[in-house]
């Protein structure tokens, strides 16, 4: 199927109403009906969160993060649900149930994983956002995730369009995420209305979108989502919402490994219908002139570095790295040693493991000198 024919054929797809729209999370659901109750307990909200061990792995995981800026580890759901307040772990609820509809296994997980990493980040950026200007930070998170989610239904309904198919010619990735694009903001805004949700969200999840401070936030948090995943550090319009952007990006890959977490690999998954690239890392390639390391505590890879260019490594791993997630790597000696997060650009078959390419993610201006410093005194390869 051409990418002309693959729009074509999921414009009709939405025209036709044939698409799913998954029903709304249970466990959400569930915290949804205590919250409406006027004098619910916090004991409650913590009890049902524990009955779904993978969603309290999640809030445990957020609430930990930069991003809520916890003083000391937080290991018990009553002290979450405490810190984080019985809405924002109703928010993160839905997110957990939305992601799991959205990462399932196909021969688009790679586009899955991308969208839907898209939607936690614009979601988060939105409840950071939302309060300097006014406005409520759960329903900013919420209708950011919902905006983000019409592109994971898209994906879903493109899956089932290749399923009708003898053979699938595989697309670039960003082919794929174009056709996706053209359907997200009618599917984003099926799933609202199917969902019933608030007339605040359908309303900024609308056509005219523009005329609501809500969309208007939106927007912007899709904007600074698109660049996070370029490893852009965005422009803020005040020093405030500079300073709420600097304390996203420091807790955004935790949360993301919260929230947006990769599911274990599963026997028999699909061949992928991503076509994959030569090189993911643009620019000169020179010679490496130290070791690199895996920062994770557990399920760190070997890695061996291959080269170096002005924004990133590329090294051989013991490990398939999900292209789209982060990862904390230490490059350098103790002298000049270099640890932060890089976006997984790439990771194809190479020998008897992977070959990878990641870029630094965000840099610091600090961190992008002393990364440029290297490079400049590295040898040509």
């Known amino acids: 199927m051409s990418p002309d024919a693959l729009r074509t054929a999921l414009a009709e797809v939405v025209a036709r109403g044939d698409f799913q729209v998954p029903p709304y999370p249970a466990v959400a659901l569930r915290l949804q009906r205590i919250l409406a109750r006027p004098n619910y307990a916090l004991a409650e909200v913590a009890d049902t969160i524990a009955a779904d061990p993978a969603l309290a792995a999640r809030v445990l995981g957020v609430v930990n993060s930069a991003l809520y800026r916890a003083t000391d580890d937080i290991t018990s759901l009553p002290r979450a649900v405490n810190r984080l307040g019985a809405r924002v772990v109703s928010s993160l609820a839905v997110a957990a149930g939305v992601g799991a509809n959205a990462m399932q296994a196909g021969a688009l997980f790679d586009v899955k994983y991308r969208v839907w990493r898209r939607s936690i980040t614009c979601a988060l950026t939105c409840q950071k956002l939302a309060p300097l200007r006014g406005l409520d930070p759960n329903e900013g998170f919420l209708t950011g995730l919902i905006h983000g989610f019409g592109r994971s239904v898209a994906v879903a309904a493109i899956e089932q369009l290749l399923a009708a198919q003898r053979s699938v010619a595989p697309l670039e990735l960003m082919q794929w995420l174009a056709a996706a694009e053209e359907q997200r903001g009618a599917l984003a805004l099926a799933v609202a209305t199917r969902w019933q949700l608030p007339a605040v969200i359908m309303d900024a999840l609308s056509t005219d979108s523009a005329k609501s401070a809500v969309g208007a936030l939106v927007a912007e948090g899709e904007r600074i989502a698109e660049g996070l995943e370029s490893s852009w550090r965005p422009e803020a319009a005040t020093p405030a919402e500079a300073r709420a952007l600097d304390e996203l990006i420091a807790g955004l890959p935790a949360a993301l490994d919260a929230l947006a977490a990769v599911p274990p690999a599963t026997p028999g998954r699909a061949i992928s219908a991503v076509a ?58 103790d002298a000049e040693r270099v640890e932060t997060w890089f976006n997984v650009l790439l990771c194809v078959p190479a020998d008897a493991g992977y070959r990878i390419e990641a870029e630094l993610f965000s840099p610091p201006r600090e961190i992008k000198e002393r990364w440029q410093s290297i490079f400049d005194r590295s040898a040509t390869l």
């Not at 505590?297 to 070997?302: H, Y």
């Not at 080269?307 to 090294?315: Q, R």
């Not at 982060?326 to 000696?333: H, I, K, S």
């Open 276 to 333: 994959p690239v030569e090189h993911a890392l643009a620019g000169e390639r020179r010679r490496p002139s130290s070791g690199l390391n895996d920062c994770r505590k557990k399920g760190a890879a070997t890695l061996s570095p291959i080269a170096i260019t002005k924004t990133g490594i590329e090294a051989k791993s013991s490990l398939k790295l999900q292209e789209g997630s982060m990862v904390r790597l230490a490059y350098g000696t």
